[in-house]
């Protein structure tokens, strides 16, 4: 397993993680309604790519092939954190959230956020956050539970 920054070209790879993220993995706690509205297998590939370039993620491979993916905002924010489906447990979560954490700390960045699905819920209280809120987005008039997630980082730790 390695740890890479996006480059261009990866998109499809990251769109698939994604799908398999919540279609395979997150299902369990969602309903399929919820699951169509979170992750459209439909979605235009120029608007992914786009959405992906303006991230650009840290992406794990394994095999040569991309295994999971999660950015890290300048404001802290965690916007995408997604591990496929065919490598659940198997380290790939954690891989990304110390290189989240390795670059918090690079960029002076004293908080980490994140919306957080209930599947992941778990994984991030595990990694020392904390729910600050229990929100209800609406995605294409369906409602999605989830947490606003913080974690405070001491710095010069």
């Known amino acids: 397993m390695k740890v890479r920054r996006f480059k261009v070209g990866d998109e499809a790879a990251l769109f698939k993680v994604f799908i398999s993220a919540i279609h395979d993995i997150a299902s369990r706690d969602y309903t399929l309604e919820q699951i169509a509205a979170w992750a459209p297998t439909d979605t235009a590939p120029e608007v992914w790519a786009g959405r992906m370039r303006g991230l650009r993620p840290f992406v794990v491979e394994v095999d040569g092939g991309i295994a999971g993916y999660a950015d890290l905002q300048p404001s802290g924010y965690i916007d995408h954190f997604f591990v496929s489906g065919a490598y659940p447990r198997q380290g790939i979560g954690t891989l990304l959230m110390h290189r989240i954490?390795?670059?918090?700390?690079?960029?002076?960045?004293?908080?980490?956020?994140?919306?957080?699905?209930?599947?992941?819920?778990?994984?991030?209280?595990?990694?020392?956050?904390?729910?600050?809120?229990?929100?209800?987005?609406?995605?294409?008039?369906?409602?999605?539970?989830?947490?606003?997630?913080?974690?405070?980082?001491?710095?010069?730790?």
């Open 101 to 157: 954490h390795d670059e918090a700390k690079l960029l002076g960045i004293g908080e980490l956020t994140a919306d957080v699905s209930k599947t992941a819920e778990p994984f991030f209280l595990r990694h020392g956050f904390e729910v600050v809120a229990r929100g209800g987005p609406i995605l294409r008039g369906v409602v999605l539970e989830n947490a606003l997630m913080r974690k405070g980082l001491l710095q010069g730790a």
